[in-house]
């Protein structure tokens, strides 16, 4: 087991006039045992980076080290680093069983029996026991999911990297499998990165966050810390679905004007905002209230466009009666609660739900 340190790490592919930056001066401090999610938008440079802590892929500028180790100049083998991928990557010709020891009968001088043993012991643990004498093709997604993660801990890594392992799989196999990983991880104690677009997968999964655009670091720390603690807009737009709304506004004086939104500022806001006069006003969903009537004269009034109802709540997409602000924004209320297209309602958040970034 061990830490990951990765400093000041950039990676540029093609040529040096229109290179495309992947990953631009990255420096991050994983610990021995963590479960580190990296997440953005596709190209964001998270397989990259992963790749170069991999050493399948070797950084432009910085140093990456694992555990104390400098390991700028060793190959994949030599980091002790075992890698799940999206396809799987199995031997088609081969069994489950051969499959699963490939790896060790290649690095180590263990005994077959010895082999044999771990082999059992990771395929057990896998829940694939009975599948040993199977080649990946007689096996389903998930199964082949399953030899792929029990031949990685077979190998006893250092640490373990995956790249959106379970994108292949269906919805119902993904929940199960993301539960496994996590009980997986958490029994095996073995620093974990793991890559993923997926919003649940990320506010589930990892110990910590690291939200990546553009190959620029934006926000590292627990899912919930990025939840409530968006660090720019960028993050509290990424983190959370439906995605946060954002409105636009001036602050004058003591007070700030958003689309219709008027509040008073508070403290926090007033330090939130510093000097600037202008702001981008954030709010999630599920942080609005709707009222028949205006609330605190920081209410706008708008009329429901469309009503998507999800079972036990409802997304409703709301369209501003009387200003500027073009388009709808998406407020979450009880599935219970009737309301139609067309109505007219006043929406408003507390001001303790408002966030606050640079106006954009
Ligand atoms: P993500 O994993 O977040 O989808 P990637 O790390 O795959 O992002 O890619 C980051 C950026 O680097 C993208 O713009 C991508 O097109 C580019 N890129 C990745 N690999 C290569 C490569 N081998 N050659 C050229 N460009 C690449």
Redesign the pocket.
């Known amino acids: 087991m061990a830490s990951i340190t990765l400093d000041d790490v950039t990676k540029r ?2 040529e040096s006039g229109d290179a ?1 930056v ?2 631009d001066d990255v420096s991050l401090d994983i610990e021995d045992g963590e479960f580190v999610v990296f997440v ?10 992963m ?1 170069i802590v991999a050493g399948l892929e070797t950084q432009s500028e910085g140093d990456v080290f694992i555990g104390d180790a400098l390991v700028n100049q060793l190959g994949p083998r030599a980091r002790d680093v075992a890698m799940v991928f999206q396809n799987y990557a199995l031997y088609p010709n081969m069994t489950v069983e051969e499959n699963m020891s490939f790896g060790l009968k290649m690095s180590t001088d263990l005994s077959e029996a010895e082999i044999e043993a771990q082999v059992t012991e990771a395929a057990e643990m896998m829940g694939i026991g009975n599948l040993l004498d199977n080649t990946p093709g007689e096996l389903s997604g998930g199964q082949q999911q399953r030899v792929a993660l029990g031949r990685a801990i077979v190998r006893d890594p250092n640490v373990f990297l995956m790249d959106e392992p379970l994108s292949n799989l269906d919805a119902k196999l993904r929940t199960t499998m993301r539960t496994e990983i996590n009980r997986l991880q958490n029994d095996l104690g073995v620093t974990t990165l793991y ?1 993923t ?1 997926d919003q649940t997968e990320a506010m589930t999964m990892g110990d910590r966050l690291v939200v ?1 655009n553009y ?1 620029e670091l934006q926000q590292v720390g627990t899912p919930l810390e990025c939840f409530y603690r968006p660090a720019n807009r960028f993050v509290a737009g990424f983190i959370g679905s439906p995605s946060m709304n954002f409105f636009e506004g001036d602050v004058d004086g003591d007070r700030l004007a958003c689309d219709g939104f008027e509040y008073e500022l508070s403290e926090r806001m007033r330090s939130n905002v510093g000097d600037r006069s202008a702001v981008t006003l954030g709010a999630r969903p599920e942080d609005f209230d709707l009222s028949e009537t205006p609330v605190k004269g920081n209410s706008v009034e708008v009329t429901v466009d469309v009503v998507e109802p999800m079972g036990s709540i409802s997304y409703v997409y709301l369209r501003p009666v009387d200003q500027s602000h073009e388009d709808t924004f998406v407020v979450e209320i009880d599935g219970k609660r009737p309301i139609s297209e067309g109505e007219q309602v006043y929406a408003y958040v507390e001001p303790t739900d408002v966030h606050l970034f640079d106006a954009n």
């Open positions: 592919f093609g495309v992947a990953v953005g938008p596709s190209g964001s440079g998270k397989s990259t980076l790749r890559v677009h990546l190959g």
